[in-house]
């Protein structure tokens, strides 16, 4: 048959007369044996082209390698379920051990822990069914993206990097961290302040603040928290001037006799509870004019060096406590959007002591260097009292904390928040920072601190909080 | 976590066959590394990919930096600018988070379209949908001679134009969009602003020409 096709192709007619001799030819044992042999040939040739389409199908599909991140335990199966994978027998790769990374062969899994980010090309080594087994095998080249450790991203460049004394007081400088512990009154009060990542990152300003004082004549403690606008330029002044105002305004004006009727204003509400009206009156009184004190401070500075104070916008949220026989009376004032909670003794009430300034595009924020929140009808309702056995925590923190651990407004309200925030202030958290509550630990400073350096991914705000307990 | 979506609306008609949709592909993947390195990006910006030929198609739908990982792009048919108007109002409506009480909503989107030619369907009704949506801003980019800046500043007042659709051109336009995005999101996780208009963003290279 072989043979009638070939002379066919090549046009050569068989006549009648030679038809005996053809049919003696192809049975000539010579011929049978190289019919066989060709066809053995285009067997292999006709193999060897479908094992190239195959291996060529293979170099032409997109093999992903998910995406791996820096230090990340890292363990994807590739997905060789495509039809044009099918026909793999050996996979290998060549370069993955220098990115920290193997193949499992057994799984078809890579895995690992990589140790370098970058835009990589990884070389798979493979075969098909059919090849031989002593050939070389197929080289594939294949994408390996390793995403950088988001936290090695961050630079941390301190605000005074190679500068002055003078360079400082010129700048309004001020530390990139603080923190401290105290013995507030019959409580202790722990507070930090530091600068978010997204202000280390370059170098700038802390614009967070915080000031506090107990007051031994009176039995009166005070506890300010501030935090400076971003697109202020000088907010870290203007937080600064606003904390230490109502300090000193607290300082210069609890006075004796205005004391000493608000105490009995306080016994005689407790004994016989009704109308709370003085209560109201006097919080108002004086709360407004220590927050109209920071305000005219602030004003005051302002115009001194020339500066509109709109450059020294800075949230402000303070509280006034004391203990007497029958318990704490607590007063507070807020402007901006930093939330003041109450936690009570078993930890199963949350007062939120003021409601927040909060606006979805810009425009809602509102400042202690806004003039206007003083003439405004809501003025009245910023502030907050209570009196209450005893509490477990007093917390002011500015929205670097708020906004990573609470997210909306309105879970400032729920009780189980506030118990999921003090587990993870005791540690229930990813790095099992923990803060130990207690009055002999010397430490607790130094871990507040360090727990505040929690991640949350978008929240990188200068982070204030003060936790009187 | 609050994003930062990014569209990318691009042109893969016929006419961007060979040099100008490779620059674009390596305009886009330049993009992703770059902004990889970026702390703040690589948190926030999320970004998705509509192409837009005889059809407009999503072939990479909002994804995060990270895992990013970018897909072959074929230049063929005709530029159903419309229809990618329309899909990317859609789009919109159905990845980006609105705030309720309950959780913070994702930052108002970014779109970016580049197009080197005139649309060829009926792309009024695509135009109107895609107005009713809100992005913290819109960038037109046209490519080459062949676009019509009139037809963009339509869809924006930002428009920019590039003289030709070579690689060199397309890949400055890239940088830009790269640094806008950057910009974009170190101001919303810094001050918790977002950008509101072309002018707050870093000012385009001189092979972008700003239409007025």
Not at chain 1, 375 to 400: A, C, H, I, Q, V
């Amino acid at each position: 048959m072989y043979i009638e096709n070939l002379f066919k192709r090549f046009n050569v007619r068989v006549p009648a007369n030679r038809q005996k001799l053809f049919e003696q030819f192809m049975h000539e044992e010579f011929n049978v044996e190289a019919v066989k042999l060709i066809m053995e040939k285009h067997k292999i040739i006709m193999e060897n082209w479908e094992l190239k389409v195959r291996i060529e199908d293979i170099l032409a599909k997109q093999l992903i390698i998910p995406n791996a991140t820096v230090a990340k335990p890292y363990q994807e199966a590739l997905d060789f379920n495509q039809p044009e994978f099918m026909e793999i027998s050996f996979i290998a790769f060549d370069n993955l051990d220098q990115y920290g990374l193997n193949f499992n062969p057994d799984l078809k899994l890579i895995e690992g822990i990589p140790n370098q980010s970058g835009d990589f090309k990884v070389k798979m080594k493979f075969k098909v069914f059919g090849e031989d087994e002593n050939s070389e095998p197929n080289t594939k080249m294949i994408s390996l993206v390793i995403n950088a450790d988001p936290k090695s991203l961050w630079k941390n460049i301190a605000s005074d990097d190679q500068k002055d004394k003078t360079w400082k007081e010129q700048h309004y400088w001020k530390p990139d961290q603080v923190e401290d512990f105290q013995k507030l009154g019959s409580k202790h009060i722990v507070v930090s302040s530091k600068r978010g990542r997204s202000h280390a990152n370059v170098g700038a300003f802390r614009e967070d603040d915080y000031a506090f004082k107990h007051f031994e004549a009176n039995g009166w403690s005070v506890v300010c928290v501030a935090d400076g606008a971003g697109s202020a330029k000088l907010a870290r002044q203007g937080s600064k001037i606003a904390c230490k105002a109502v300090v000193d305004y607290f300082e210069q004006n609890l006075t004796d006799d205005n004391l000493r009727q608000f105490d009995e204003i306080l016994l005689h509400h407790h004994q016989e509870g009704g109308d709370s009206q003085p209560i109201s009156h006097f919080v108002y009184n004086n709360l407004s004019k220590a927050a109209l004190y920071a305000h005219q401070q602030i004003e005051g500075f302002a115009a001194e060096i020339n500066h509109p104070i709109k450059d020294f916008h800075s949230t402000l949220i303070f509280a006034l406590l004391k203990k007497f026989d029958f318990g704490y009376a607590i007063l507070t004032f807020g402007v901006g959007d930093c939330p003041i909670g109450l936690l009570n003794k078993d930890l199963t009430e949350i007062k939120l002591m003021n409601w927040l300034d909060v606006g979805e595009f810009g425009g809602g924020t509102r400042f202690i260097t806004m003039p206007e929140i003083f003439s405004s009808e809501k003025f009245p309702t910023r502030f907050g009292f209570t009196l209450t056995n005893d509490f477990s925590y007093l917390m002011l923190m500015t929205d670097g904390i708020y906004d990573a651990k609470f997210v909306v407004e309105a879970n400032l309200e729920k009780l189980e928040n506030w118990k999921t925030f003090v587990d993870d202030l005791k540690g229930n958290n990813e790095d099992r920072a923990a803060v130990s509550f207690d009055v002999s630990n010397q430490e607790i400073a130094h871990q507040l601190s360090a727990w505040m350096d929690f991640w949350s991914p978008g929240n990188h705000d200068d982070r204030t909080l003060a936790i009187i307990f | 976590m609050r994003r930062l979506p990014v569209y990318l609306l691009l042109d893969t008609s016929g006419s961007m066959t060979g040099e100008p949709i490779e620059a674009v592909k390596n305009g886009v993947q330049v993009m992703i590394s770059a902004l990889r390195q970026n702390p703040q990006a690589i948190e926030t910006a999320f970004i998705s990919i509509i192409t837009f030929d005889s059809v407009a198609q999503q072939i990479i739908p909002l994804t995060d930096l990270a895992s990013f990982q970018m897909v072959d792009l074929r230049a063929t048919g005709t530029t159903a600018l419309g229809e990618a108007l329309k899909l990317v109002s859609n789009r919109i409506d159905n990845e980006v988070a609105k705030t309720t009480t309950e959780q913070k909503g994702d930052w108002k989107p970014l779109v970016f379209i580049m197009t080197d030619g005139i649309p060829t369907d009926d792309w009024l009704p695509g135009l109107n949908e895609f107005k009713q949506r809100k992005t913290a801003f819109t960038v037109a980019c046209a490519a080459g001679v062949g676009a019509d800046t009139a037809v963009l500043k339509q869809i924006t007042e930002n428009v920019v134009s590039l003289d030709t659709a070579d690689s060199a051109s397309i890949g400055k336009f890239f940088q830009w969009v790269t640094a806008s995005i950057g910009v974009t999101s170190t101001r919303i996780e810094d001050g918790g602003k977002e950008i509101q208009g072309i002018k707050e963003l870093p000012p385009p290279p001189p092979e972008l020409n700003i239409v007025v």
